[in-house]
């Protein structure tokens, strides 16, 4: 190539990768170009540093050692939103976050082995209708927060705890009938073994329901709130305050399943994630700059 030519196109690349420049605005202020962070549905984006409470789509909670979360749902749509942070400075900071699409897996579930998952009795169906309208409540974003009470990474829902499944926000069919996305990460764990509490929290609801089997809703406060599906049996009830680590109750079968495992999911100020951006070290989630 024509070095006059290499020379030129060092320059613009030189140009390219350099940091832009600040705006000037009329009123002879300087501005720098907005922060931005981009984040997959069902994953959390971070701004660490000096931050004291966050906000999301007129929704706003206290940040966890200083670092605000962001939580996206599975079903958020993609596209641009504005996230902002209040410093412990008291300075607030706007940034963008760009929410990606994430295509859902499809799993073909056939043979199913509980017949009455396959056709759905009127009398199961309004009994799945009364438990939603007891749990949604609980499991949506709440105005009020209470303080954190949990550390990031959390701890582990199982000890030692395999590989997930990898089918968080799986689009499945049952028979050839389409179901609701999967709102949890499976793990592949023998019926009889322990399951425990991911932090420190109280239990908002034991129970036994229709699709989940016996299922534990833990609160870790800041909106937090964890959930452990089909189990065997659990050994704590509502209200009761549990620890990092202790043992709520063990792995089994019970509800819309095809053999023993265990279900762990999150809700994060109601948003539904993949748990498993939490059992993560933060720093390697997605970060505002
Ligand atoms: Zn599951």
């Known amino acids: 190539m024509n070095p006059i030519l290499v020379s030129i196109l060092a320059l613009f690349w030189a140009g390219l990768a350099s940091a832009p420049a600040p705006v000037q605005l009329k009123n002879s202020q300087t501005t720098t170009p907005p922060k931005s962070v981009q ?85 199961n169906q309004a009994r799945a209708s009364r438990e939603a309208a007891v749990i949604q409540p609980l499991i949506a974003y709440q ?75 833990i609160d870790h406060g800041n909106g937090l709130i964890s959930e452990y599906f089909h189990l065997k049996s659990f050994t704590v009830k509502a209200n009761q305050t549990v620890q990092k680590g202790q043992k709520i109750g063990v792995v089994g079968e019970t509800g819309r399943v095809t053999g023993p495992h265990l279900h762990f999911g999150v809700r994060w ?6 748990p498993g951006f939490l059992l993560i070290d933060p720093a390697e989630l997605p970060e505002v700059k």
């Open 39 to 123: 984040v997959g549905q069902g994953e959390v984006a971070r701004w660490a540093g000096n931050c004291k409470r966050c906000s999301f789509e007129k929704r706003a909670w206290p940040a966890v050692n200083g670092t605000c979360y962001y939580p996206v749902d599975m079903e958020m749509k993609p596209g641009e939103y504005t996230i902002s942070r209040r410093t412990t400075g008291g300075k607030l900071e706007s940034a963008r976050l760009l929410v990606t699409e994430k295509p859902c897996r499809q799993e073909d579930i056939t043979n199913f082995p509980k017949k009455e998952y396959i056709t759905i009795s009127s009398q």
């Open 143 to 217: 105005a009020t927060v209470r303080p954190a009470v949990f550390d990031l990474p959390v701890g582990k829902p199982a000890s030692p705890l395999p590989q997930g499944e990898g089918n968080f926000g799986a689009c499945r069919t049952i028979n050839g009938q389409s179901r609701d996305r999967h709102t949890g990460q499976d793990y592949p764990i023998a019926a009889g073994k322990p399951v425990q509490s991911v932090g420190n929290g109280r239990v908002l609801l034991a129970t036994d329901g229709f699709y989940t089997g016996n299922a534990v809703y």
């Open 269 to 274: 100020y109601g948003a539904c994630i993949n």
